[in-house]
Each structure stands twice: as structure tokens, then as C-alpha cells.
T-cell receptor
Framework: ETGVTQSPTHLIKTRGQQVTLRCSSQ?????VSWYQQALGQGPQFIFQ???????GRGNFPPRFSGLQFPNYSSELNVNALELDDSALYLC?????????????FGSGTRLTVV | AQRVTQPEKLLSVFKGAPVELKCNYS??????LFWYVQYSRQRLQLLLR??SRESIKGFTADLNKGETSFHLKKPFAQEEDSAMYYC??????????FGKGTKLTVNP
């Protein structure tokens, strides 16, 4: 059984650029959630994908978007990067069958915007 | 709105002492509550969830709906318990909402 893998592990981008982060979900899981964790803060929910559709969204602007693929892997895209987007981005997969049965987290992608 | 509050940013105890990490929540519905732990250089992992009512690594947590609390307790802390602990709530459209975390240090 493989866990959640995220790529890349670190990334440096310039303000105004666009970035794509990737996540492979744990085997047997059908739902992927993305979180932003700023330094010294708890993870903050960005959005969740289930059956390739967005299934809930936190308080993030539309320049944060995502995709889920048929194999349940997912991408997080951020356009027009701002300095405040610098954070650890976590992906979590879960199995949804009428309720979530626990989330498995990846190690995260550390994004630095300069 | 859903909110999770962990009032202590840092908590330091000696090995063998009892430890309690506080968590209060705000949610109008019936919440599912969790404790997640992050050991040094490791990924965030589930420690326990209130509906399973189980004890993991000697930790327990009781949901008190009257006080809207879900404090994490362990009677005898061990050095390997040193980690970052996050309380989280699942409910509504926000999915999993985390507190800001408490860094627990268990001194020898």
C-alpha cells in the first residue's frame, strides 16, 4: 500500500508566475484535499476533489484551482503568485463512502515566492 | 462558521508527568473531532478521532459538547511524545478545519 506522494518537494517562483503542484493519492482512496500551511499556523483548507469535481472550498480566491484525474491523483494550480502564497502545501487523500474515513497526508510542497 | 482554538502555542512538561493539550471548537452542527500529530521531520498523521473512542499511544480525548472542548490527555508523558499536535474538526463545507497547533516538549 503506497501513501500520499507530492511533487515537487521544494519550489521557488517569482511573484506573478503560475505554479502547479501534484499529488498522488493513497491506494484505495477516492478523495483529495489540499491545504495551505503558513509558518506557525495550522493547515488551512483550500478545496477538496471527489469524483473529479470540486467538493467543498475554503476561503481562497479563484486563482487557486485544481483538478482530479480518473486515477484520483490531483493538481493544485495557483495563478498570479503573491508573496503571501509562500507556504507549505499539503495534500491529503481519503476514502469517502457516505462519510470520510480519515485523511492520509503527504509530506508537502514548500513553495517560496520571491 | 467552524473554528478550532488551541490556546497554548507551547507546552513543556517533564517525563512521567501528566499532560493535557487543550482544544475548543465552534460549530453549530454535530462535529467530528480529531487530533493529528506531527513528529520532527515527519508528515502529519492521525492520532485519534472521537467517534472511535480509542486510546492511541496512551492518549485519550473526550468530547464535551457542553463546554465545546476536545482536550487531549495522557497520564504519563514520554520523551517520544514531543511533537506538534493539531486539533481538527470536520463538518459542513469546510471539510477539515485545524487549530494553530500546540508544540509539546517532554523534558527528561
Amino acid at each position: 500500500e503506497t501513501g500520499v506522494t507530492q511533487s515537487p518537494t521544494h519550489l521557488i517562483k517569482t511573484r506573478g508566475q503560475q505554479v502547479t503542484l501534484r499529488c498522488s493519492s493513497q491506494s484505495g482512496h477516492n478523495t483529495v484535499s489540499w491545504y495551505q500551511q503558513a509558518l506557525g499556523q495550522g493547515p488551512q483548507f483550500i478545496f477538496q476533489y471527489y469524483r473529479e469535481e470540486e467538493n467543498g472550498r475554503g476561503n481562497f480566491p479563484p486563482r487557486f484551482s485544481g483538478l482530479q484525474f480518473p486515477n484520483y491523483s490531483s493538481e493544485l494550480n495557483v495563478n498570479a503568485l503573491e508573496l503571501d502564497d509562500s507556504a507549505l502545501y499539503l495534500c491529503a487523500s481519503s476514502l469517502y463512502q457516505g462519510g470520510n474515513y480519515g485523511y492520509t497526508f503527504g509530506s508537502g510542497t514548500r513553495l517560496t515566492v520571491v | 462558521a467552524q473554528r478550532v482554538t488551541q490556546p497554548e502555542k507551547l507546552l513543556s512538561v517533564f517525563k512521567g508527568a501528566p499532560v493535557e493539550l487543550k482544544c475548543n471548537y465552534s460549530y453549530s452542527g454535530s462535529p467530528e473531532l480529531f487530533w493529528y500529530v506531527q513528529y520532527s521531520r515527519q508528515r502529519l498523521q492521525l492520532l485519534l478521532r472521537h467517534i472511535s473512542r480509542e486510546s492511541i499511544k496512551g492518549f485519550t480525548a473526550d468530547l464535551n459538547k457542553g463546554e465545546t472542548s476536545f482536550h487531549l490527555k495522557k497520564p504519563f508523558a514520554q520523551e517520544e511524545d514531543s511533537a506538534m499536535y493539531y486539533c481538527a474538526l470536520e463538518g459542513g463545507s469546510e471539510k477539515l478545519v485545524f487549530g494553530k497547533g500546540t508544540k509539546l516538549t517532554v523534558n527528561p
